[in-house]
């Protein structure tokens, strides 16, 4: 079984940084992409970015590219969600999620591991 839980969401002003943190629990971390989606009120859960387990490597939404940075830390089992230039738009649930795919990564329904979810506030 994996266990995820977020951590560092919180309440920021537009043009603000936030760092999401992401702990997994359970065996083979190394061996899960990982990714961040988030739902804002009365929206779908969308997806924000990715980050696969075979070499790293990373997409973004075009919402928040070149603004958002994902990494992971194999080591620490820890997958972090770095957001400046926050804007308004960003408030959501922030939720992290593990899948044993390479494929499909902008789709909630290839995970199988979900966190609890963290709120972002962003204030105008």
């Known amino acids: 079984q994996v266990q995820l ?21 359970g065996r083979s971390f190394s061996r899960y992409s990982m990714g961040w989606f988030r739902q804002g009120p009365g929206k779908e859960r ?9 070499d790293s490597s990373s997409d973004y939404s075009d919402s928040v ?13 820890t997958v972090t969600l770095q957001m400046d230039s926050l804007k308004p738009e960003d408030t959501a ?3 992290c999620a593990a899948t044993a795919s390479m494929l499909g990564l902008t789709t909630p329904g ?15």
């Open 65 to 77: 590219k070149g603004r958002f940075t994902i990494s992971r830390d194999n080591a620490k089992n």
């Open 46 to 54: 969308e997806f924000v970015s990715a980050i696969r387990w075979t």
């Open 110 to 124: 290839m995970f199988s591991y979900w966190g609890q979810g963290t709120q972002v506030t962003v204030s105008s």
């Open 5 to 25: 839980v977020e951590s560092g969401g919180g309440l920021a002003q537009a043009g603000d940084s936030l760092r999401l943190s992401c702990a997994v629990s």
């Open 93 to 95: 649930v922030y939720y």
